[in-house]
């Protein structure tokens, strides 16, 4: 933590060094035996649910006049031996000015056909829910050493754990339940919470950690 602060501030990234007293302002319902002895804030970072981001930026880029098309891209194509759009999974070519890479880990294969690595593997991981609560038990996205949490607008609790961990192994329903058990202990309170539901996914991660981002 104390060389990601450095390398942070170095490249000009908004961090702040905070103490155990000041965390504990901010996360009261967080209990203070767990509560480390200093962390990291960063003040312009967020959270918002995908499907609503990816919703609303749709809906506004329709409304400035784009044109949606619902389907899957399986390639690129070329003019003067460069990428002038897509080629869809019907054969049909879209062409444009520019094409911009936004797949996730179906980027990987995209870019595999021109030839292009992309150093990014895909690891297991597991969402813990809570069922919805009035009580704001959680006021900032929290990543600490062993469990990462949040509330949304609507009062989940959604939780992911280091240990026992993202890897759902044998026994997914078993280790989701360890994990909220966790943020009942984590949380004052959080002994109200009822368990909901659990997800499991494959996210993208950078191989040396950092975020990709080219022309």
């Excluded at 312009?44 to 006049?65: C, F, N, P, S, V």
Aim: aromatic content about 6%.
């Amino acid at each position: 933590l104390v060389k990601k602060e450095k390398n942070l501030s170095a490249w000009g990234y908004d961090v702040v060094h905070m103490q155990k007293s000041q965390i504990a302002e901010r996360e009261p319902f967080i209990d203070t035996c767990i509560l480390p002895e200093w962390g990291l804030c960063y003040p312009g970072e967020g959270a918002i649910e995908a499907h609503i981001a990816a919703r609303q930026l749709i809906a506004d880029a329709e409304a400035k006049g784009t044109k949606l098309i619902r389907t899957t891209a399986k390639g690129f194509c070329k003019n003067n031996g460069c990428v002038s759009g897509v080629v869809l999974a019907s054969g049909e070519e879209v062409q444009g000015d520019h094409v911009v890479v936004a797949a996730g880990l179906g980027s990987v294969s995209l870019l595999a056909s021109e030839e292009l690595a992309l150093p990014v593997t895909r690891v297991p991981a597991l969402l813990v829910n809570s069922k919805p609560t009035e009580e704001k038990l959680v006021n900032e996205v929290i990543n600490s050493k062993y469990l990462y949490v949040r509330q949304t607008p609507d009062g989940v609790i959604r939780a992911g754990c280091e240990y026992p961990g993202d890897d759902p192994g044998d026994d997914p329903e078993q280790t989701a339940r360890d994990v909220f058990a966790k943020i009942r202990q984590t949380l004052v309170g959080g002994s109200t919470l009822e368990f909901d539901h659990y997800t499991i996914g494959h996210k993208p991660v950078p191989e040396d950690a950092l975020p990709i981002i080219g022309p």
